[in-house]
């Protein structure tokens, strides 16, 4: 049996909303066919790192990283389509609905996840 992509996305949007009430943040979704920006060439490192800037000219506003350092070079983050994502780190997927200001970082079992008001004032 296949499960269709609007199927699939509802679901994801429901693990989203969830994690969002557990943790008292507003739900933003990050629709799949958006997209984001993810530094490629960290990939396979840990843990896995993400912020949320306010969406912005069709992005999600979601910057995901993996491994200790973060670069601010502007090639380090390339435009990747959420789906993509969701796909590929589902343990990611309920994470990505926290509203522009939040950050996580997981590592196997340890997440933590706050609110970085930096990221939404200019």
Do not use: C, K, N
């Given at each position: 049996?296949?499960?269709s992509v609007n199927n699939a996305q509802t679901a994801i949007d429901r693990a989203q909303m969830e994690f969002c009430?557990?943790?008292g943040a507003s739900f933003v979704p990050a629709e799949g066919g958006v997209k984001s920006g993810v530094?490629?060439?960290t990939k396979g490192r840990v843990p896995m790192n993400g912020l949320r800037h306010?969406?912005?000219g069709g992005t999600t506003g979601w910057y995901?990283?993996?491994g200790e350092e973060f670069s601010s070079a502007p090639d380090f983050f390339e435009p990747v389509h959420?789906?993509?994502l969701y796909d590929e780190y589902p343990e990611m997927s309920k994470l990505?609905?926290?509203?522009?200001?939040?950050r996580f970082l997981?590592?196997?079992?340890?997440?933590d996840v706050w609110y970085d008001p930096s990221l939404t004032n200019p």
């Open positions: 049996m296949r499960v009430a557990q943790h530094a490629s060439s306010p969406l912005e995901i990283w993996f959420t789906r993509h990505l609905g926290l509203p522009p200001g939040y997981l590592a196997g079992d340890y997440l």
